[in-house]
């Protein structure tokens, strides 16, 4: 068994209304940033994992996301990297 | 535990012991022979650690003690005085009431969502650890002008910090008070009270007992968090270093929920003898007052205690300030069965040391003994300063200058233009802003909340009392005059609290100051606390306790003394509970107490004017108990309809707000505040002389026979009209206004402001 | 009738709400921790507010997996009443006991505030007490009440008449003012399609007394007792 | 000028509690995925931003970062792409 760092990155589901990121839009611009256009905020998780290989790994933090760390009805998810750890 | 003795030997790779590293641990020459004396030898660095921390203001009051100790403290319901990690009064049938008050000011000022959330955290742990439940927190802040965008920032986050970790863990929080002066600027002021409710017969101090008792942490582990700074001289700060050492706690209000069920769980259990937070120095202080309380000797392992990170010294382990965490004295032979207690809240808790006979504080990291100190004179050997104190000439001047010869500005023609003005300066303004984001019903108990009254009302379930709870400290007074400010402080707290139909019980205080080596400070620290002394006498409030901040100063200046109020009062009958706002169209307005020339020192001054100057109000203590008892007789007997005390803005703003209950003020007045000795009419509306309620009443013979009894005078000054407006007449001059316009003004001075702060992103 | 009132670590509100249905409706309740198994034969069960697991992730996101759930869903399986407040409608929906979630506040602060609801929609159990469209005053107290669903899934909420809750202004008006926290169109409170589990973030428990400010909370538990049988 | 997606990562910043992340892994181990080791929750902001170029999006966004996006005290963060959006 080696050890992954598995990363993922889980997003509010496009149309929803993300008040996070307006906000955060507004307050760039309110600091002078006036070229950001858009910004969506989500979640970033790291998680360490005992596992055979990569590929192993990935499909147990996959079952994670759609069990724990994604509400299926408001975000989706990927998993952005897998790197031994 | 084996307690093998043997000599006390620096570890492998500590520093050696400097006179540069003995300044870096903030000791002095003195302080550190002192402490070669107690030793008879060099310390460890381990020991010099341990001491810094002990010997520090925040832990020994070494600049305050013996100005503290002229306070009353007694009252025959006085269970709990100063000494515990609360106050306790007894409230009558067997219950009492646990409170105390305490400041995360510098924290606050780096990281403020976390340095709030983290004094919220530390004021609960010391109110759950004397069996209590907490029931109420309210919080006093001061912060630096609004205009200004990182004090906007300051706000945001400690509001959110407040409310994230009380509203987590289920305490209302119910009241409070705000001020903004550029005073604050650089050093905001972050003051949270706990209130907690237990009976009578389930306090427990934390006082070590019983040679061979166990000795436990439970709670969250131990992480690098908030050690000292000047610790880590000996290394060097490389980019790793820095990044091990985070300078700000994070507080767990999930893990502190688990910790208060479980602490009251093992309290009512029977299965240990003592529990105490760790707060400031962790598990150093925490253990070496545990020692002190109950004269006995402790050791402790330190590799014993669960760590988050790998390679922590003793130095760290026993100085973390990790948050959640607390030590317990367990009885022998009942760890089990604490330990049960603890597991099924998901907490862990390791044994690491046990209580002894010998007289010694002594810290081994398996075999080796790494710290020993003979008895418990480790915290109060702590040598004690007697500071110079003189008053600075610039406050004597200022005080000195005549606020009656400030001229008035052109837009002052019309009244109300000054009105608002003065409900639209964030200090008077309504702070919805910041209480709605306070869960402050929670608990289900909470019957007058932030906003519809002098001070907040929770009522004790299962009786028909409630306590009245307010936090208060008009810091302006101070400065311009500590010793009439600090009477000032208690006299408007207590105030608040009977117009609420409460009588005033006992305080806590936190008192914030400046650099008391400073003799213009200490002056100020001195005069405020014995005019606070001096009112708490003459009104029959002890205090139970509270906690000292100084240093809150940057090289421009030191923030206004600030000797922060929180006072508990007690409703015998819940039908008695009184708000602010009028109530009934054609009652009467009455204002007890009586108007003065005075304008020294005022909020319309310092908002029209831009000035802090002139004489602070004086207050006449006797009157003020009187006025009290007046209140008090008058809404026992039934006849007061509503209560407001004139504060910030004298009788006009008082007015205005007893009109302006919720957003959609429906009632108005009609009065005339004209006063036969009084000859300015800027005093009349906005001066702010002491001891004056506005009352609103059916029953004007009622209200003023009752003060006529108590040598308190009243005058009928005009009627709650049906009408949406304001009209006052002061001298020469009338403000007549609708309210709409004033509610704006008072509604949404601070949204407005707020609106830009930076976004908390988290 | 007896009520059994699940604590989660974190929950806060299960105290209130105890004492709502035993001190004000004289019912007797029972507290269930959330890692039992046995409902100790409860006619009613609540999910009450709070913060169970500190709102780690998502707010009832780890609550849902608590071993009691498992009888919560078997509960509301057989049509027996199942209310959540606050946390608990959090919970109802991350358990996929009622459709849609919520999320965070569109103000992005807490709110503790004095809010109106309107009832409407078919649930006898909960409304029986009320009039149609009758407002109510109650208090909410929550950082993510924003009750969000897919255009299909409101749609059918709406058709289904499962829409209980809506905040509405002081005289009863659906307006974007009067929605305190951006729900979706003002969904203040949800039934499933069997009309036993309902959802709502304002605090029913909170608004029994009129020493605390209101009683509009009371003829909720009062139509369960009529309906369900004291 | 062109348009630029850029992505960031913010983390808590080690040594500090993670609370969050302590309570997922606890609730993860509880449903059964025994080989997770440890698991850190941070944010993950993607923003879209006017620029000259790739180079200056992400200067762009480093200040952002310092000034608004990242709690300095608290927060470690670090841009993981920038693509032309
Ligand atoms: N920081 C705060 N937190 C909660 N409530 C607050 C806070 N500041 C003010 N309040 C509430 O707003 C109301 C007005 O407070 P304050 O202006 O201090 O009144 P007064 O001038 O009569 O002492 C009170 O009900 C008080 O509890
Ligand atoms: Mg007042």
């Known amino acids: 068994m080696s050890r992954f760092r598995v990363s993922v990155h889980i997003v509010p589901r496009k149309g929803l209304l993300d008040p996070q990121g307006k906000a955060v839009s507004d307050a760039l611009h309110a600091l002078g940033f006036a070229d950001v256009e858009d910004t969506r905020i989500g979640r970033y998780i790291v998680l360490d994992v005992k596992a055979e290989s990569a590929a192993a790994a990935e499909l147990s933090v996959k079952a994670m996301c759609d069990k724990l760390l994604a509400n299926p009805v408001t975000e989706d998810y990927r998993i952005a990297s897998t790197v031994t750890a | 535990?084996?307690?093998?003795?043997?000599?006390?030997q620096p570890r492998p790779g500590d520093p050696a012991i400097t006179p540069e590293l003995v300044a870096e641990h903030g000791l002095t020459p003195f302080e550190y022979e002192k402490l070669l004396g107690l030793l008879g030898r060099e310390p460890t660095f381990t020991e010099l650690g341990i001491v810094s921390a002990l010997w520090s203001e925040h832990c020994s009051y070494k600049h305050s003690r013996p100005v503290l100790k002229t306070l009353p403290t007694e009252a025959p319901y006085v269970l709990q005085g100063p000494g515990e990690n609360a106050g306790v009064i007894s409230v009558g049938d067997g219950w009492a009431v646990a409170f105390k008050i305490e400041s995360h000011n510098h924290p606050s000022a780096v990281e403020p969502y976390q340095g709030a959330a983290t004094g919220v955290g530390g004021i609960l742990r010391d109110v759950f650890t004397m069996g209590a439940r907490p029931i109420a927190m309210l919080n006093s802040l001061r912060f630096g002008s609004l205009d200004t965008p990182r004090v906007r920032w300051l706000m945001a986050g400690v509001v959110k910090g407040i409310g994230d970790y009380g509203n987590c863990i289920g305490v209302p929080t119910v009241a409070g008070d705000v001020m903004f002066d550029p005073a604050y600027e650089g050093n905001p002021l972050v003051n949270a009270m706990c209130v907690g409710l237990m009976r009578e017969d389930e306090l427990i101090t934390a006082k070590a007992e019983g040679v061979g008792n166990p000795i436990l942490v439970v709670g969250a582990r131990t992480g690098r968090d908030g050690i000292h700074g000047a610790s880590f001289a000996s290394e060097d700060l490389s980019e790793e270093n820095e990044a091990k050492r985070p300078r700000v706690q994070v507080g767990d209000p999930f893990t502190e929920k688990l910790l208060l069920e479980a602490s009251l769980e093992l309290i009512r259990s029977g299965h240990i003898v003592a529990i105490q937070d760790m707060g400031a120095a962790g598990l150093t202080s925490s253990s070496a007052e545990m020692a002190e309380r109950g004269d006995v000797g402790v050791v402790i392992d330190v590799t014993k205690v669960p760590v988050r990170e790998e390679g922590m010294t003793p130095y760290e382990i026993l100085l973390s300030e990790s948050q959640e965490r607390m030590l317990v004295v367990a009885r022998r032979g009942h760890e089990e069965q604490a330990a049960a207690i603890l597991r099924k809240w998901d907490l862990q808790a390791e044994v690491i040391g046990e209580v002894i006979a010998e007289p010694v504080y002594r810290v081994v990291e398996g075999d080796r003994v790494v710290a020993e100190f003979p008895g418990s004179r480790l915290v109060t050997e702590c040598p004690?300063?007697?500071?110079?104190a003189r008053e600075s000439d610039v406050i004597v001047a200022l005080r000195a200058r005549d606020p009656h010869a400030v001229a008035e500005r052109d837009e002052e023609a019309d009244p109300v233009w000054t009105l608002t003005q003065l409900l639209s300066s964030p200090?008077?303004?309504?702070?919805?802003?910041?209480?709605?984001?306070?869960?402050?019903?929670?608990?289900?108990?909470?019957?007058?909340?932030?906003?519809?009254?002098?001070?907040?009302?929770?009522?004790?379930?299962?009786?028909?009392?409630?306590?009245?709870?307010?936090?208060?400290?008009?810091?302006?007074?101070?400065?311009?005059?500590?010793?009439?400010?600090?009477?000032?402080?208690?006299?408007?707290?207590?105030?608040?609290?009977?117009?609420?139909?409460?009588?005033?019980?006992a305080i806590t205080n936190c008192l914030n100051f400046g650099n008391p080596k400073k003799p213009d400070v200490f002056f100020q620290f001195r005069e405020a606390v014995f005019g606070m002394g001096e009112a708490c006498r003459a009104l029959g409030t002890p205090v139970t306790g509270g906690n000292v901040s100084l240093y809150n100063e940057n090289p421009l200046g030191a923030v206004f003394p600030t000797p922060t109020v929180g006072m508990v009062g007690l409703i015998e009958n819940i039908d008695h509970v009184t708000r602010s706002s009028f109530r009934t169209a054609g009652d009467s307005i009455i204002l007890l107490g009586e108007s003065t020339d005075e304008l020294g020192a005022s909020e319309y001054l310092s908002r029209v004017h831009n000035l802090t100057i002139g004489a602070v109000p004086s207050v006449d203590l006797d009157h003020e108990k009187?006025?009290?008892?007046?209140?008090?007789a008058a809404i026992a007997a039934g006849v007061v309809h509503s209560a407001h005390d004139t504060s910030e803005g004298g009788v006009a703003v008082a007015l205005a707000e007893c009109c302006m209950g919720d957003r959609d003020a429906t009632l108005g007045a009609t009065v005339d505040v004209s006063e036969a000795l009084v000859s300015s009419d800027r005093a009349l509306l906005w001066g702010e002389a002491q001891g004056r309620v506005l009352v609103s009443t059916a029953d004007v013979e009622g209200v003023l026979g009752i003060a006529r009894a108590h040598g308190i005078a009243a005058r009928t000054i005009g009627l709650v009209t049906a009408e949406s407006r304001l009209v006052i007449r002061a001298g020469a001059r009338t403000l007549d206004t609708p309210l709409a316009p004033l509610a704006d003004a008072y509604f949404d001075a601070i949204p407005a402001l707020m609106q830009r702060a930076a976004m908390a992103t988290t | 009738m007896k009520f059994g009132i699940v604590t989660f670590p974190g929950s806060n509100c299960d105290v209130d709400a105890l004492h709502a249905v035993t001190d004000q409706l004289g019912q007797t309740a029972v507290s269930l921790w959330h890692r039992d198994h046995d409902i100790q034969g409860c006619d009613v069960l609540i999910l009450p507010g709070g913060f169970s697991y500190g709102d780690?992730?998502?707010?009832?996101?780890?609550?849902?997996?608590?071993p009691i759930m498992q009888e919560v869903i078997a509960h509301a399986e057989r049509g027996a009443p199942v209310i959540g407040i606050?946390?608990?409608?959090?919970?109802?929906?991350?358990?996929?006991?009622?459709?849609?979630?919520?999320?965070?506040?569109?103000?992005?602060?807490?709110?503790?505030?004095?809010?109106?609801?309107?009832?409407e929609g078919k649930a006898p159990m909960?409304?029986?007490?009320?009039?149609?469209?009758?407002?109510?005053?109650?208090?909410?107290?929550?950082?993510?009440?924003?009750?969000?669903?897919d255009e299909s899934t409101l749609d059918a909420l709406e058709q289904n008449e499962q829409v209980v809750f809506r905040y509405c202004n002081g005289s009863g008006a659906i307006t974007d003012a009067a929605?305190?926290?951006?729900?979706?169109?003002?969904?203040?409170?949800?039934?499933?399609?069997?009309?036993?589990?309902l959802g709502m973030m304002p605090h029913p428990e909170r608004a029994v007394e009129s020493l605390l400010g209101s009683t509009d909370g009371l003829p909720l538990f009062e139509s369960l007792l009529a309906q369900v049988g004291a």
């Open chain 3, 56 to 66: 780690a992730l998502r707010a009832g996101a780890i609550a849902r997996f608590s």
């Open chain 3, 126 to 149: 909960y409304l029986g007490g009320y009039e149609p469209s009758q407002v109510l005053r109650i208090p909410v107290a929550h950082g993510e009440g924003r009750f969000a669903a």
């Open chain 2, 1 to 8: 535990m084996s307690t093998t003795i043997s000599a006390v």
């Open chain 2, 384 to 388: 004690q300063y007697f500071p110079e």
């Open chain 3, 86 to 119: 606050c946390n608990g409608f959090q919970i109802l929906c991350e358990s996929h006991l009622l459709p849609g979630a919520l999320m965070r506040n569109a103000e992005m602060q807490f709110i503790c505030d004095w809010v109106h609801i309107r009832t």
């Open chain 2, 427 to 505: 200090t008077i303004a309504n702070k919805r802003w910041i209480y709605r984001q306070y869960d402050s019903q929670v608990r289900t108990s909470t019957v007058v909340g932030p906003g519809a009254a002098d001070a907040a009302v929770v009522r004790l379930r299962g009786t028909n009392k409630a306590l009245a709870l307010k936090t208060d400290c008009n810091s302006r007074y101070v400065y311009l005059d500590p010793r009439m400010g600090g009477r000032i402080a208690v006299a408007e707290a207590a105030r608040n609290v009977a117009c609420t139909g409460g009588r005033p019980m």
């Open chain 2, 626 to 632: 009187r006025l009290v008892d007046a209140l008090l």
């Open chain 3, 179 to 197: 929605n305190c926290n951006g729900a979706m169109r003002n969904i203040a409170g949800i039934v499933n399609v069997n009309r036993n589990v």
